[in-house]
C-alpha cells in the first residue's frame, strides 16, 4: 500500500514538474516573440527614418529657403531615432509613440511645403522617396498591429490559471500594447501628385 501510495506521488510530482516546464519553456518563447515584433516595429521606424535624409536632401536643393521646415525634420528624426525602449513598460512606449508622432508631424509639414514646388513633385528621385515612404508608413502599420497581436496572445497565457502562478514566480510581466495617440492610427497623407 505505502509503495502504491509513494508511487502515485512520485507520478504526480512528475506530472507537475512536467507541466510547470511546459508551461515556463512555453512563455519563454511567447516573450521572444513579442521581443521579435517590437524588433520588427523599430526595423520600419528606423527604415523610415533612414529615408528622411534623402527626402531633405531632395527637398533642399528645390526649397533651400524652407530650412525650418527642413530643420523641424531633422531635429524630430534625432529625436525618434535615439530612444532605447524596455516593452515591458508602457511609459517607454508611450514615449517612443509620442516621438515616432514628432516626426510624423514634421514630415507632414514637409509635404504641406512641398506642394510649392511642382518640379520637386517631377523629379524622379523625389518620386521613388515617396513611394518608399509611403510603403514604410504602411510597413508600421502591419508591424505594430502584428506586435500588438502577440503581446495580446502572451498576455493572456500569462494570466491564466495555473500559468499565472508560473509566470508570478518567475517575473514574466504583463507587456503593454502599442497604443497609438488619437489620430495617429493613419499614415500621414503624403500627396505629390497635385
Known amino acids: 500500500m505505502k509503495n502504491k501510495i509513494l508511487l502515485g ?12 516546464m511546459g508551461t515556463y ?3 519563454i518563447a511567447k516573450e521572444e516573440t513579442v521581443k521579435e515584433a517590437w524588433s520588427q516595429v523599430e526595423n520600419v521606424y528606423q527604415r523610415r527614418a533612414d529615408l528622411i535624409p534623402n527626402l531633405v536632401a531632395s527637398v533642399k536643393g528645390y526649397a533651400a529657403h524652407e530650412e525650418e521646415t527642413l ?15 524596455n516593452i ?3 511609459g517607454e512606449i508611450a514615449k517612443f509613440q509620442q516621438q515616432q508622432t514628432g516626426l510624423s508631424s514634421a514630415l507632414s509639414r514637409l509635404m504641406v511645403v512641398i ?31 502584428r506586435f500588438n497581436e502577440v503581446v495580446k496572445d502572451y498576455n493572456i497565457y500569462r494570466r491564466q490559471f495555473p500559468k499565472n502562478i508560473i ?28
Open 71 to 85: 530643420t523641424a525634420v531633422v531635429e524630430a528624426r534625432a529625436n525618434a531615432s535615439k530612444t532605447n525602449i
Open 25 to 27: 519553456n512555453t512563455l
Open 88 to 90: 515591458k513598460d508602457a
Open 115 to 145: 506642394e510649392k514646388y511642382p518640379e520637386l513633385k517631377a523629379n524622379e528621385n523625389f518620386l521613388q522617396l515617396q513611394a518608399e515612404l509611403e510603403g514604410t508608413e504602411n510597413r508600421i502599420s502591419v508591424e505594430r498591429k
Open 9 to 20: 506521488l512520485v507520478a504526480l510530482s512528475g506530472i507537475a514538474i512536467f507541466i510547470f
Open 167 to 194: 509566470a508570478s514566480i518567475f517575473g514574466f510581466e504583463s507587456l503593454a500594447l502599442f497604443e497609438a495617440e488619437e489620430g495617429s492610427n493613419k499614415a500621414p497623407v503624403v500627396d505629390f501628385s497635385n
